[in-house]
Antibody
Framework: QLQLQESGPGLVKPSETLSLTCTVS??????????WGWIRQPPGKGLEWIGS???????YYKPSLKSRVTISVDTSKNQFSLKVRSVTAADTAVYYC?????????????WGQGNLVTVSS | QSVLTQPPSVSGAPGQRVTISCTGS?????????VHWYQQLPGTAPKLLIYANSNRPSGVPDRFSGSKSGTSASLAITGLQAEDEADYYCQSYDSSLSVVFGGGTKLTVL
């Protein structure tokens, strides 16, 4: 059974870089059938897609976040990572990683349990 | 402001049927992109409920069903149960090259 687990600091200072890693277990991140994505949810608010990556390294970002976001993949560790630069309080959210089919559609399943990141000095 | 519009809340008594709407535009749902639905129980990660408009993943009860027409989609829940109390989100794709979500609907079981 495929599982995803986010990890990273829970507190980041304003203007610094938020870094999170998603570890995939029970399956290979190098599968040609899937993309891997990041979605976030500010406290008490809705979901926002950040971006997705294929095992080859091809990336797709939400246009409004593209200038501050980098998603990368490490197939040797079965992990993919998220970096958000120049963070502000508006980047405070629970960050989820999830898997997305490459061909059949763009739904996300399964999801990790989430990692709350607070931006504060 | 979310690209896809959902009612903030709906409610129903146990055993009743409720529907949650998801309204988009000609650049997303109306452009032919599929709609997917997620259930988020309090304090947990979202869980896929319906994919590609009307398909249920294995393990999702057939009390949950989805449909799509024009620029809108709907999630229907029949035989409402207390355990269905959660937030529900629709999701699609937009021609602006972005995955988009609805703002979420809180379902209260009376």
């Amino acid at each position: 059974q495929l599982q995803l687990q986010e990890s990273g600091p829970g507190l980041v200072k304003p203007s610094e870089t938020l870094s999170l890693t998603c570890t995939v277990s029970g399956g290979s991140i190098s599968s040609s059938f899937y993309y891997w994505g990041w979605i976030r949810q500010p406290p008490g608010k809705g979901l926002e897609w950040i971006g997705s990556i294929y095992y080859s390294g091809s990336t797709y970002y939400k246009p409004s976040l593209k200038s501050r976001v980098t998603i990368s993949v490490d197939t040797s560790k079965n992990q993919f990572s998220l970096k958000v630069r120049s963070v502000t309080a508006a980047d405070t959210a629970v960050y989820y990683c999830a898997r997305r089919p490459r061909i059949e559609g763009n739904w996300f399943d399964p999801w990790g349990q989430g990692n709350l990141v607070t931006v504060s000095s | 402001q979310s690209v896809l519009t959902q009612p903030p809340s709906v409610s129903g008594a146990p055993g009743q049927r409720v529907t949650i709407s998801c309204t988009g535009s000609s650049s997303n749902i109306g452009a032919g992109y599929d709609v997917h639905w997620y259930q988020q129980l309090p304090g947990t990660a979202p869980k896929l409920l319906i994919y590609a408009n009307s398909n249920r993943p294995s393990g999702v009860p057939d009390r949950f069903s989805g449909s799509k027409s024009g620029t809108s989609a709907s999630l229907a829940i029949t035989g409402l149960q207390a355990e269905d109390e959660a937030d529900y989100y629709c999701q699609s794709y937009d021609s602006s090259l972005s995955v988009v979500f609805g703002g979420g609907t809180k379902l209260t079981v009376l």
